[in-house]
Every structure is written in structure tokens, then in C-alpha cells.
């Protein structure tokens, strides 16, 4: 049969759309193969190394325009440089545009649940609600990795269970959070397997603790807002290293992490800060954040009414703390200056040592 010239002309779309929804449908069979294989692949590969994940039920579909990845459960737990981690989420739905396959959403419902066994002779627990934890990641493929992760929680609410280790009674403190918002990065392709990194996040309406506690007193505490940005420079992001290891190279390069800017507006303080942090060669945290903080005489007040300090003790800190911060400009400032210290793990705000924090290596 032959086609007249018009013919072929009228059938050339047609043609055109046949061959390219046949080259599209090709594509995406053999992209969708090898995101099977390399899920498949990163499994082993993290079983191997003692980190068992489960993706229960494993549905993959999402023709033509997707890729996507349900299970009915997911699950990882193992153990990495001496801490035992068990995490346990809901359904779990990933997909990816088939355009831009390596721009992965992941959406985890709830109950999520967290237990870590560390060294630090507790067992710590965190339990939320129903509500999903949504999560986008960028991804490279030379080398494969995180380029660039967000996570975005809202809503949830939950319980915090520390059990002393053999054996001892535990203690649960419930908190909520209306919204949490994570942003991390890396500012430039690796050489050697060092990069800088950023970091952002941004809290609203958390609250933590019970309507009566030892810390708080009366009420919990409530952090109507924060948020932070920081810079990591000369992270190592190989594959494989113990925390331990990764820290230490850290410190050989001389990493430091630097704070731009740290706010925060809570029901007892509220105050802004910036600074560097490093390690020295025992992996103990150096360094100091300059800031203002206001509301620090009613802090001291909330503490000495719980019992956590005594009066004549709160009375020098207040003291101290407004000889040592800037005069008041006016009434309605009530700020004071305050610097927090690290010295050899020590932490220190102000004059006073608050913690010590054990050696990163």
C-alpha cells in the first residue's frame, strides 16, 4: 500500500510519538532495573558492614513518569563504632521524577520509633506519633551519596525514655514539635575525600518535659523559635570510618566547626550567638560562641524555685553574670553579654562550668 504525500505527512506525528513514548518506556525499564539493583546492592552492602535495613514487602512501580519504592515497614539497626542504633518506622513511600532520578523524596509514616545504645551507660529511647517525617535528598552519582538532604517534621509529639544500663529505673519525658526543619550540604565536590558542610535547621513551638520537673520547675520547657546555621570546613566523608576515626581526621585537618548564627526564643531565655569550635589533639572541644542572652535573672529565679540551685548561690551568678555582661541601654533592653567557653571539654557559660563533654577520639 502506498501513502500519498499528504498521507505521510498526517502519519509522521504519529510515527514521531510511537518511537519516542517506545524510547521513553525503554528507559524507563532499564533505569527502574537498575534502581532495583543498586537498593538491592546498598543493603548488602550495609549488612556487611553490620547495619541491617528491612524494607518490608518491597512494591516498586510508578510507569511512566516516577520511579517509586513502598514498603509496608522499614527497619535498620546494627552497630557502629561501639553504639547500638534500632530504628522502626511506619509505610514508607520513595520516588523520584524519572527526569531527575537522583532527587529522591522519602516519606515515613508514623509511629517512628529511635533507641540508641552508646557508651555512656544509658539506654536512650524516642517514641513519636503517627504524624510522617518527609525527607528530600540529592543525590551524586560519582561518588553516590547525599549531596544535599532536608527533613521536614510537623506535628509530632512523643515521649524521650533514658533506662540506666544494666539495669535502674527509667525516666520518660514526653515533648512535642509543631515544625523541624533540617538542611545539610556539601559546599564543594570533595578532594580526597575532605569537603566543607553546611548546615541549617529552624524550630518552632517545641516543648520538652513534663508540667512539673526538677530542670524547668513548674512548667516544660518551650521554644517558640530557633534556628541555626553552621559551616563544617574539612569534613572526612569516607565510607566506612568509625566515629572516632572521622573525628580525629577531622582534627588533622584542622576542621572547625563555625557557628554564623545560633537564635533562640524561649518561656525562660532568649538570646542570639556566633563563634568556632574545634578539637585539640585529645579530641576534647575548644573554642567559644559570643553572644546575648535576656531573661537570665528569671532563669536563675525558675531554678531556685525547683531546687536546683540555692538562693545565695543564684544571687551571686545574677551578680556576676550583670558585671560581666553590657550595661542596659535602656529599660526595655534586659540583655546582658555571655560567652560560652569550651576549654579542654569543659563548657562553660560565663564564669560558670555547666558540663564536660568526654573525648570525641
Do not use: C
Given at each position: 500500500m502506498k501513502f500519498s504525500g499528504t498521507a505521510r505527512r498526517m502519519l509522521l506525528p504519529l510515527a514521531l510519538v510511537i518511537v519516542i513514548a517506545t524510547g521513553w518506556s525503554l528507559y524507563w525499564y532499564i533505569a527502574s532495573e537498575k534502581a532495583k539493583q543498586?537498593?538491592?546492592?546498598?543493603?548488602?552492602?550495609?549488612?556487611?558492614?553490620?547495619?541491617?535495613?528491612?524494607c518490608a514487602h518491597p512494591v516498586w512501580g510508578g510507569f511512566p513518569f516516577r520511579f517509586e519504592l513502598t514498603c509496608d515497614r522499614l527497619g535498620a539497626a546494627g552497630l557502629r563504632a561501639g553504639v547500638q542504633v534500632d530504628f522502626a518506622g511506619g509505610k514508607t513511600n520513595a520516588v523520584a521524577l524519572a527526569y531527575n532520578p537522583f532527587h529522591l523524596i522519602v516519606e515515613i509514616s508514623g509511629p517512628v520509633s529511635l533507641t540508641v545504645i552508646g557508651r555512656?551507660?544509658?539506654?536512650?529511647?524516642?517514641?513519636?506519633?503517627?504524624?510522617?517525617?518527609?525527607?528530600?535528598l540529592k543525590l551524586k552519582t560519582q561518588p553516590t551519596r547525599a549531596d544535599q538532604v532536608s527533613v521536614l517534621a510537623q506535628n509530632l509529639s512523643g515521649t524521650i525514655t533514658q533506662t540506666?544500663?544494666?539495669?535502674?529505673?527509667?525516666?520518660?519525658?514526653?515533648?512535642?514539635?509543631?515544625?523541624?526543619?533540617?538542611?545539610?550540604?556539601?559546599?564543594?565536590?570533595?578532594?580526597?575525600?575532605?569537603?566543607?558542610?553546611?548546615?541549617?535547621?529552624?524550630?518552632?513551638?517545641?516543648v520538652y518535659g513534663p508540667d512539673a520537673s526538677k530542670l524547668f520547675g513548674t512548667e516544660p520547657l518551650r521554644i517558640e523559635t530557633a534556628s541555626m546555621t553552621a559551616n563544617i570546613?574539612?569534613?572526612?566523608?569516607?565510607?566506612?570510618?568509625?566515629?572516632?576515626?572521622?573525628?580525629?581526621?577531622?582534627?588533622?585537618?584542622?576542621?572547625?566547626?563555625?557557628?554564623?548564627?545560633?537564635?533562640?526564643?524561649?518561656?525562660?531565655?532568649?538570646?542570639?550567638?556566633?563563634?568556632?569550635?574545634n578539637l585539640d589533639s585529645k579530641g576534647l572541644l575548644n573554642g567559644r560562641l559570643e553572644?546575648?542572652?535576656?531573661?537570665?535573672?528569671?532563669?536563675?529565679k525558675r531554678l531556685e524555685t525547683a531546687g536546683v540551685i540555692k538562693e545565695n548561690h543564684a544571687a551571686i551568678a545574677d551578680t556576676l553574670m550583670s558585671v560581666l555582661g553590657k550595661p542596659k541601654q535602656s529599660?526595655?533592653?534586659?540583655?546582658?553579654?555571655?560567652?560560652?567557653?569550651?576549654?579542654?571539654?569543659?563548657?562553660?557559660?560565663?564564669?560558670f562550668k555547666v558540663v564536660t563533654v568526654p573525648p570525641l577520639f
Open positions: 543498586s537498593f538491592t546492592d546498598y543493603l548488602e552492602k550495609n549488612r556487611a558492614t553490620g547495619v541491617d535495613i528491612v555512656t551507660g544509658y539506654q536512650t529511647h524516642i517514641a513519636s506519633n503517627g504524624k510522617p517525617l518527609r525527607t528530600s540506666p544500663i544494666p539495669g535502674g529505673a527509667s525516666e520518660t519525658v514526653p515533648f512535642s514539635v509543631e515544625r523541624l526543619n533540617l538542611h545539610t550540604r556539601f559546599t564543594a565536590p570533595p578532594i580526597d575525600d575532605i569537603a566543607p558542610f553546611d548546615v541549617a535547621a529552624d524550630v518552632s513551638g517545641f570546613t574539612s569534613l572526612p566523608i569516607a565510607k566506612g570510618l568509625t566515629f572516632a576515626t572521622r573525628t580525629r581526621q577531622w582534627h588533622d585537618q584542622k576542621g572547625v566547626l563555625s557557628v554564623k548564627e545560633f537564635t533562640f526564643t524561649s518561656n525562660f531565655l532568649t538570646g542570639a550567638s556566633s563563634g568556632d569550635v553572644g546575648s542572652v535576656s531573661g537570665f535573672d528569671a532563669f536563675l529599660p526595655a533592653d534586659a540583655s546582658i553579654n555571655v560567652r560560652t567557653t569550651f576549654k579542654q571539654g569543659k563548657v562553660y557559660i560565663g564564669p
